[in-house]
Every structure is written in structure tokens, then in C-alpha cells.
């Protein structure tokens, strides 16, 4: 029944009980009171995709998406990296979605991607643009059941996601030990538990050649003396994760491996490209640190063959990148089947950040998530979203429990930052 409908329903029927007006005076007064008040919202059924449009900011390699309907919900999602110059893939995807049901998650994004088999849908930009409207679909399809995303996910396994501190060494011009040991200092005062140090340096002076990935042995000595210093500052209770980007050969990757043993270390994180996996598990296998990879690879094709040979120790698939949250959680359980953690690059938004934490509460094989030292200094991540608590403390981020994702976009915030020349959700 339309609403107007059941306003005049119940004025005709106090009309009609006019002669008993003592005793009906307020008769259907509280329901048409009720019935104004009510959302004017539709049943999810009949909930339709209105337009899709994107939106870009300054300084970073991100994508933001918007998704609006017919009944006035809206859905926000972010994508990562392989987005710059992608406003007409997101507009040629918007085009297909309008008029469709965003609660069909998987069938639309099984659509998309199966329907650009010839247009580069295994990895890339489609891939992650396709990332950041599926991420967008669960955010509206749980503001339209009144469930947050984990729940459409089967359920939670944990209240609170343990990320690391990201020292961001990779923006510093040839930092000294002092400098790791000050900001892992740091991390532990803001309460985390896990840090991570970055120690690849295409400046570095002690490289002999800017072409080859070889390492000099001048550089490995300052990787070594880097994680040394860092090590002792944090003690041995403090996980440590070394990150070298991929930008290495097999003979470094053996170097460095061999020296960093003594540390303890939660992982080394990409020594090599992850093209090659019968090169990463002859790294795998000669080190009895974890290996971790997987930030560049997509969907979970991108990690089938590795977890079945055994060439990688902790899968971190990044979801604003390898296929959404959906393809993420089937990454998680791909792993789970060898007995593999999944932790999650995440270099996002807290609108990406949170959307990574309810398929990291989804799973049981999580083991940390990524998380920027910039977040604490830079005002812009702050301006673009719109969350009420706590952004993480102690090294954990409190699961959000408001429906779909929990986190908005402030679109006023981020109008100050948008990339000039490109529409802004337009």
C-alpha cells in the first residue's frame, strides 16, 4: 500500500467513527504521525542503480567512487594504484549498471569481469576499478538491509583488526638507523604492536648501477644495519616486518634473507616481482623467514599457483586492488586451504581501511592489516571521510557496526583536493 494510500485509509476511517468522537478523538492520529515519519524508502527488491560517476584527489593514486538510487541510498567505494586517467572505465561500467538491483553483488561483478575477458578484466586497471564499485555495492547493499558488510559476509570471527605501523620509509631520502629506531620508538608510544620498515632505496648511494636489482654490498649493509638498530630500540617482543617492494633479484633476495634471520622478523615482504613463483619459492625455501606477497597480484587467480607450490608463507592480497571485498574473502579462504595467514596491503582511505576490516573480521586466517604512519600527520585523510570514533587504538581498529561499510565520504572535505581537469562525481 502507498503511503498515501494509508494516510486515507485511516482518515476515512475516523471519519466514519465520528459518532463515537469521544472516545476516538485521536483515533489514527499516531499512525498518520508514524506513516509520515516512516521512510519513504521502497523494499530492497525494488531498489535500482540510478548512476555511477568517480571522483579523484591530489597526491594520490586513489579512486572513489559513487553509487546512487532510487531510493536516495548512496554507496561509496575506493580503488587503489591502477586508476589514474580511469573517469571512462568507471563511466563505461556505470553505463552497464543503471537500472540494476545493487544487492546482486556477485552476479554483477561476475558480469563485469566475465564480460571484459578480451578488454584486460585479469588484472590492472579493470580489475581495480571493478575493486572499487563492487566495495561500493556492499556499502549500499548493507545500508539498504540495515546490516553491516560483514554480516553479508557469513559473519564475524573478532571485534577488533590488529594493523601494523607503516614507517613509510619509502618517502625519506636515505634515512640513517637512528631515524628507524625514532620512528619505531614512535609506533610503540601510539600503542601499536607491529611495525613495519621499508628498506629498499633506489638512491641509495652506495648502488653501482640504477638499472640492474642487484644490491651492492654497501647496500646490504645499511639494509642490515637499519633492522639492527630498529631491533634493539623496540625489543624482541614487537613484530618487524622489512618491505623491499619487489625491486630486487634472486641474488639479493638470497642476501638479504640470510642477514635479516637474526631479527626475528613477522615477514619479508617481496624481495623479488611476484611474477615468477618458482623463483619465490626457492627464496621461500631457503629462509626461515616468512615470506609475503601479493599486493600487486589480482583476483585469486593471481595467487592460486603460489599457495599450491609453496612458494609464499602469508598472502596480502590489496583488496582496494585484487578484485573487491568479495574476491578478497576468497583469496582468505584460497589460503586458508594451505594453512596460509591473509594480511591485506592497505594504503586506502579509512573508508578503504574499514571496508578491508570487515573481511578481515570475516575470515579466521587474518593475521594484521596495513596501516600509514601518514594518517596521524597529513589533514587531508581526515577531511574526505566521515566517521564519529576512534580511528584505531592500540594497534587495533574496532569493527564498525553501522550499516554497510560504517564510513561515508565527505565529498565537501574532499572537493578542496580534487585532481583538476577531471569531473568530481559527475
Known amino acids: 500500500m502507498k503511503d498515501s494510500s494509508r494516510r486515507d485509509f485511516f482518515k476515512k476511517a475516523m471519519l466514519a467513527g465520528a459518532a463515537i468522537a469521544p472516545l476516538n478523538a485521536t483515533f489514527g492520529k499516531p499512525y498518520e504521525t508514524a506513516i509520515d515519519r516512516a521512510p519513504k524508502a521502497s523494499a530492497p527488491a525494488e531498489l535500482k542503480i540510478e548512476s555511477v560517476t568517480p571522483a579523484f584527489i591530489k597526491g594520490v593514486n586513489s579512486l572513489y567512487i559513487k553509487i546512487t538510487t532510487n531510493q536516495g541510498i548512496v554507496g561509496y567505494g575506493e580503488g587503489v594504484d591502477a586508476v589514474p586517467g580511469t573517469y571512462y572505465i568507471v563511466k563505461n561500467f556505470g553505463n552497464r549498471l543503471k537500472g540494476r538491483n545493487p544487492l ?44 553491516p558488510v560483514y554480516r553479508l559476509l557469513g559473519g564475524k570471527y573478532r571485534d577488533k583488526i590488529r594493523v601494523y605501523y607503516d614507517t613509510v620509509f619509502y618517502a625519506v631520502r636515505n634515512p640513517e638507523p637512528k631515524d628507524y629506531v625514532d620512528a619505531g620508538k614512535k609506533g610503540i608510544e601510539m600503542g601499536f604492536n607491529a611495525l613495519k620498515y621499508d628498506v629498499d632505496e633506489w638512491n641509495d648511494p652506495n648502488k653501482y648501477d640504477r638499472h640492474n636489482w642487484t644490491a651492492s654490498p654497501g647496500e646490504l649493509q645499511r639494509m642490515e644495519e637499519q633492522i639492527a638498530a630498529a631491533r634493539e630500540a623496540v625489543g624482541p617482543k614487537v613484530d618487524i616486518c622489512v618491505d623491499l617492494h619487489g625491486r630486487y633479484d634472486f641474488v639479493t633476495a638470497q642476501a638479504v634473507a640470510k642477514r635479516m634471520e637474526r631479527f626475528n622478523l613477522m615477514w619479508l615482504e617481496e624481495p623479488m616481482p611476484t611474477e615468477n613463483v618458482d623463483a619465490y619459492k626457492a627464496i621461500t625455501d631457503s629462509t626461515s623467514i616468512p615470506i609475503c606477497y601479493g599486493e600487486n597480484n589480482y583476483l585469486a587467480h593471481g595467487f592460486r599457483r603460489a599457495l599450491e607450490i609453496g612458494a609464499v608463507d ?12 568479495g574476491e578478497g574473502q576468497r583469496i582468505a579462504n584460497l589460503a586458508n586451504l594451505y594453512y596460509k595467514p591473509f594480511s591485506p596491503h592497505m594504503v586506502a582511505s579509512y573508508l578503504g581501511a574499514m571496508a578491508s576490516c570487515h573481511v578481515c573480521a570475516s575470515v579466521s586466517n587474518f593475521m594484521i592489516l596495513e596501516w600509514q604512519a601518514y594518517y596521524h600527520t597529513d589533514q587531508k585523510w581526515k577531511d574526505i571521510v566521515k566517521y564519529d570514533g576512534e580511528w584505531v587504538k592500540d594497534g587495533f581498529i574496532s569493527l564498525s557496526e553501522k550499516p554497510g561499510i560504517g564510513v561515508d565520504l565527505n565529498e565537501d572535505g574532499m572537493k578542496k583536493y580534487a585532481l583538476e581537469g577531471v569531473p568530481f562525481f559527475v
Open 104 to 147: 546482486d553483488v556477485n552476479r554483477i561483478f561476475d558480469e563485469i569481469r566475465k564480460g571484459g575477458i578480451f578488454q584486460g578484466a585479469q588484472a590492472g586497471m579493470y580489475v581495480a576499478v571493478l575493486s572499487a564499485i563492487e566495495i561500493a555495492l556492499w556499502d549500499l547493499a548493507g545500508k539498504a538491509l540495515n546490516v
Open 314 to 325: 602469508i598472502v596480502m592480497p590489496d583488496l582496494q586492488k585484487c578484485g573487491g571485498l
